[in-house]
């Protein structure tokens, strides 16, 4: 079965240039998978920091969040989630 399995990754059996093509796609991303990988931990050592500094990671999301949108789009999120908690009874009424 290992043979089987070398002989598809082996670009020259393949069909020359195209499976070497195919291989550099491969590879690219492959390493741009680790790069997310590394970048992910790094941003969620970076919430834990600003967490144990005494910000509140989940206020540093939304704000993430909010800075990655259109202004028109943050005005209309935040002119519906107040409309909706105005229908909810505001922000003390909870239903249990």
Known sequence: MAQ?????????????????????????????????AELGQDVRDLYLEA???????KIIRQIVKLRGMDPCEVEAHEALLHLTMQALGGCGNRVQ
């Open 4 to 36: 089987s399995s070398a002989r598809i990754h082996t670009p020259a059996k393949t069909g020359g240039i195209a499976a070497e093509r195919l291989e550099h796609f491969v590879a690219q991303i492959e390493r741009l998978e680790e790069e997310r």
């Open 51 to 57: 967490e144990n500094q005494g910000f509140d990671p």
